[in-house]
């Protein structure tokens, strides 16, 4: 043991000690209540941000907020305005175009229709109608040519004489009448002497005596200048 490590001197590190130890802890205490620790910093800051903000305009600014609010709000209902505008005038251009296209269409089908009703009326026109090789067509052809000419003749008139005069045969022929005796008989089917047929011929119709229209038309014509009608002939003629 040491001469100096006396009862006394022991007792006097033992007080040293508890001083520093207070002194340490004092220390500390004052650290700590002015440096806040992890802790607590985390919960000031919290706080800080969960609490609200406020703040105020003055008159000025809410002036110009408000009215850029307004002018927004304005500018949004003209572009609003122009764009159903324009909605609007396409769509009735789109309607305007589509009743013209449909007006063209409808003129150029009623000029289609007239066009074609005329080319076949035009057709009907020249077309020469067909008629019966026989004595019924015969009749009505040549009737169809007298029409054309103002030869007067009906149908039973004409018809009444060509079976008088030849029975309906185009190449009958007369040789024992006056006619005959002087040389130029009677021929074809209303029995016509050749200056007759020739004198009273219609263009158009065949140059031949015999032929059964010819015949009838020049017949008719002869009549017509003679008695005013092949109608009014009830014998030789």
Request: charged share 25%.
């Amino acid at each position: 043991m040491s001469a100096f490590n006396t009862p006394g001197l022991r007792r006097l590190k033992t007080r040293k000690a508890a001083v520093a130890g207070i002194a340490a802890a004092a220390t500390a205490a004052i650290a700590i209540s002015l440096v806040p620790g992890d802790a607590e910093a985390k919960v000031e800051t919290e706080a800080l941000s969960a609490a609200p903000v406020a703040w105020s305009l003055d008159a000025a600014e809410a002036s110009t907020v408000h009215k850029s609010i307004v002018n927004q709000q304005s500018a949004f209902e003209a572009r609003l305005e122009a764009a159903q505008a324009k909605a609007k005038a396409e769509a009735a251009a789109k309607k305007a175009a589509a009743a013209k296209k449909a007006a063209a269409k409808a003129k150029a089908e009623a000029a289609a229709k007239k066009r074609a009703k005329a080319q076949a009326a035009s057709r009907a026109a020249d077309r020469k109608p067909v008629y019966a090789n026989n004595l019924d067509g015969w009749i009505r052809e040549a009737m169809s040519i007298m029409k054309k000419h103002d030869i007067p003749g009906s149908y039973e008139g004409i018809k009444r004489n060509i079976l008088r005069e030849s029975s309906g045969n185009p190449r009958a022929i007369n040789n024992w009448d006056i006619n005959a005796q002087n040389g130029i008989p009677s021929k074809g089917l209303l029995q016509v002497i050749q200056p007759t047929f020739d004198t009273y011929h219609i263009p158009g119709t065949a140059r031949d005596l015999y032929d059964p229209v010819a015949n009838i038309v020049a017949a008719c014509n002869y009549a017509a200048d003679r008695y005013g009608s092949m109608d009014n002939v009830n014998s030789a003629y």
